[in-house]
């Protein structure tokens, strides 16, 4: 969740090219007369694309200079994007969030087709279908994804008389939404203390689960307030929150706060979180995560690489994309930074996730986390993931919309049917 502008450039002169597509740990053949080119790389957040990382495809690729962007927010970048492409003037590689990806759609013409029969199988079945627009072109490469599972602060499961060790508290949190809810009202009953941080986060990974939650895929009509499933998540959230909630707004600075003091016991928690909690709580000794995930598996975050038609380096940047979204690469990148991988064979290869889980800066995740199996624990959660969420145009007001409903609840200014009556007269006003 790094926010901060960074530009580098990495340069190395020289004659020569080879194919990046290739097994990249060692130096590949090159070919004479070569053209020089500098391709520009830009991203936001922290994809894990260190400087060696990018020296290394120079140092296979010496004809090549890339230079690599990084905008101060993900809505920056948003905003460049869609305000440059068909125009002119993005970099020849450009990242995209997952949910920006309804919006991409619209405008594929001025995206390159990525689709290579060396990639196809790369990426879980989903992140491709996201990524594929209507005439099967595949417009973007998968980079990392969100799976998610429960982080816990084990010294109060204990202090509660509950379970800390991890299996066994997948054992205690397997099943459904009422299970995790009804476990959180044990541990209420018994400490006194809140079970979850707050309403809004938990909110986002049961609607996650939902296909087609706020719009109609075909015709793009937005149906949240007519949709059953988002007025039972709704209502069922709402009904536990006054007990077991610690009414707390992620990114708020008494969220951050909560981290360090034992505010609340659990939280829901994609692989990215990881760094969020250690880096807000350096100081705590007693996290963990468990390999459970209410409902079975939820995803929440990730990212992909596009190369710009207009651009004029197409072709060079697209072996460049490929060569960052290849197993080998995005490996290093979650041991850089945290980022999950989403191709197949670097979520099958445990030793490898487990080995990038414990390295990287002191306290790695694993030392941090008390767990050495994180890597096989978040490829579990991957594999359990069922449903890309549709989300549309209207989707990030809708969603505003909601998430505000569920803060007037859980601060207590209306009760549940007040506040869901107001969500239903803004939703009605959007579009």
Not at 156 to 176: F, H, K, R, T, Y
Not at 198 to 216: H, S
Request: aromatic share 10%; hydrophobic share 40%; net charge negative.
């Amino acid at each position: 969740m790094a926010a901060g502008a960074t530009v580098f450039a990495l340069t190395l002169a020289a004659c020569g090219s080879s194919d990046p597509a290739d097994d990249t740990t060692e130096a590949t053949e090159t070919t004479e007369n070569t053209e020089p080119v500098t391709l520009t790389v830009a991203t936001f957040n922290n994809f894990g694309y260190t400087e060696e990382l990018l020296q290394e495809y120079m140092d296979l690729n010496p004809h090549v200079t890339v230079v690599h962007n990084v905008a101060a927010t993900s809505n920056d970048a948003r905003t460049n994007y869609f305000a440059k492409l068909g125009a002119g003037g993005l970099a020849d590689i450009e990242a995209i969030e997952v949910d920006w990806m309804p919006e991409v759609m619209q405008y594929t013409d001025f995206l390159a087709d990525l689709t290579d029969p060396e990639v196809e199988g790369r990426w879980l079945d989903w992140k491709t279908a996201a990524a594929t627009d209507p005439d099967g072109r595949l417009i973007a490469y998968g980079t990392d994804i969100g799976p998610e599972a429960v982080c816990y602060d084990a010294a109060l499961l204990e202090a509660a008389g509950m379970p800390s060790d991890p299996d066994e508290v997948a054992a205690l949190l397997e099943g459904d939404w009422d299970t995790y809810f009804e476990v959180g009202q044990d541990y209420v009953d018994a400490t006194g203390k809140a079970w979850f941080d707050g309403a809004g986060g938990t909110y986002q990974g049961m609607i996650n689960q939902v296909e087609a939650a706020y719009e109609n895929p075909e015709t793009g009509e937005i149906i949240a307030t007519e949709n059953p499933e988002v007025k039972a998540i709704f209502d069922q959230l709402t009904a536990v929150t006054p007990e077991i909630s610690a009414h707390l707004s992620q990114w708020s600075d008494d969220w951050f706060a909560g981290l360090a003091t034992g505010t609340y016991a659990t939280m829901l928690c994609p692989g990215w979180m990881l760094g969020v909690i250690k880096g807000a709580a350096p100081d705590t000794t007693t996290w963990n995560v468990a390999d459970v995930f209410p409902g079975g598996g939820g995803n929440w975050g990730g990212s992909y690489l596009t190369v710009p038609e207009a651009g004029d380096n197409v072709d060079a940047a697209k072996a460049l994309a490929n060569w960052l979204t290849a197993p080998e690469q995005q490996l290093k990148a979650l041991a850089a930074a945290g980022t999950f991988p989403s191709q197949n064979s670097a979520l099958e290869d445990e030793a490898a996730l487990n080995a990038a889980m414990a390295s990287g800066e002191a306290p790695t995740n694993a030392e941090f986390f008390n767990n050495d199996s994180l890597g096989t624990i978040f490829s579990n959660r991957a594999n359990a993931i069922e449903v890309s969420p549709f989300k549309g145009e209207f989707y990030f007001q809708v969603n505003d919309a909601m998430q505000n409903a569920l803060t007037r609840v859980e601060d207590g200014s209306q009760d549940p049917t007040t506040s869901w009556n107001q969500f239903v007269t803004e939703v009605e006003g959007i579009g």
